[in-house]
T-cell receptor, first 112, second 114 residues
Framework: TQLLEQSPQFLSIQEGENLTVYCNSS?????LQWYRQEPGEGPVLLVT?????EVKKLKRLTFQFGDARKDSSLHITAAQPGDTGLYLC????????????FGRGTQLTVWP | NAGVTQTPKFRILKIGQSMTLQCTQD?????MYWYRQDPGMGLKLIYY???????DKGEVPNGYNVSRSTTEDFPLRLELAAPSQTSVYFC?????????????FGDGTRLSIL
């Protein structure tokens, strides 16, 4: 069973479109991290959200942590081909500090 | 900046062979992790370590062993390799001071068992 459910699994869009990736759970997390992974490389941290209702912006990327700290979303505005990659959400639970539980990832392809 | 270094990058093993995947980090991180990544399945934790001499099982430890004799190194041992262990293996580390610390990943070892 997957503790964090990510959707959609695949997303293929044209340059300039907007998109949202969702990360949902029935469990509460002390924090949610979003990573981006490119082919042949390891994941790289984009952002960490720690407070329920928190919104963080990273240029065209907006991250939100749900009020109940059970879900998160990543919204990309005006997607560019350089945004192409695998986006992974990962949650840390208060009972297991230091351990991350990863979602299955969303493979995003942005066509020029 | 080396960060987390994994060797080898690629390896093909025959069923029943054994091997050690190497991982070293130069950031003086106390936490280290081993994950496997299968297509469409995200990252599954195999083993982790909170410091030298201390290791613990993750979600999928069967068929693997680890040791942590130094802060820098965290090798992963496969005994009696099986086709189900074909995967991409990632090592990661984090500096555990408080919560919400990011994990820093190596570039992975792509392992095929034939």
């Amino acid at each position: 069973t997957q503790l964090l459910e990510q959707s959609p699994q695949f997303l293929s869009i044209q340059e300039g479109e907007n998109l949202t990736v969702y990360c949902n759970s029935s469990s509460v997390f002390s924090s949610l991290q979003w990573y981006r992974q490119e082919p042949g490389e390891g994941p790289v941290l984009l952002v960490t959200v720690v407070t329920g209702g928190e919104v963080k912006k990273l240029k065209r990327l907006t991250f939100q942590f749900g009020d109940a700290r059970k879900d998160s979303s990543l919204h990309i505005t005006a997607a560019q081909p350089g945004d192409t990659g695998l986006y992974l959400c990962a949650g840390e639970r208060g009972s297991t500090l230091g351990r991350l539980y990863f979602g299955r990832g969303t493979q995003l392809t942005v066509w020029p | 900046n080396a960060g987390v270094t994994q060797t080898p990058k690629f390896r093909i093993l025959k069923i029943g062979q054994s091997m050690t995947l190497q991982c070293t980090q130069d950031m003086n991180h106390n936490y280290m992790y081993w994950y496997r990544q299968d297509p469409g399945m995200g990252l599954k934790l195999i083993y982790y370590s909170v410091g030298a001499g201390i290791t613990d099982k993750g979600e999928v430890p069967n068929g693997y062993n680890v040791s942590r004799s130094t802060t820098e190194d965290f090798p992963l041992r496969l005994e009696l390799a099986a086709p189900s262990q074909t995967s991409v293996y990632f090592c990661a580390s984090s500096y555990m001071v408080g919560r919400n610390q990011p994990q820093h990943f190596g570039d992975g070892t792509r392992l095929s068992i034939l």
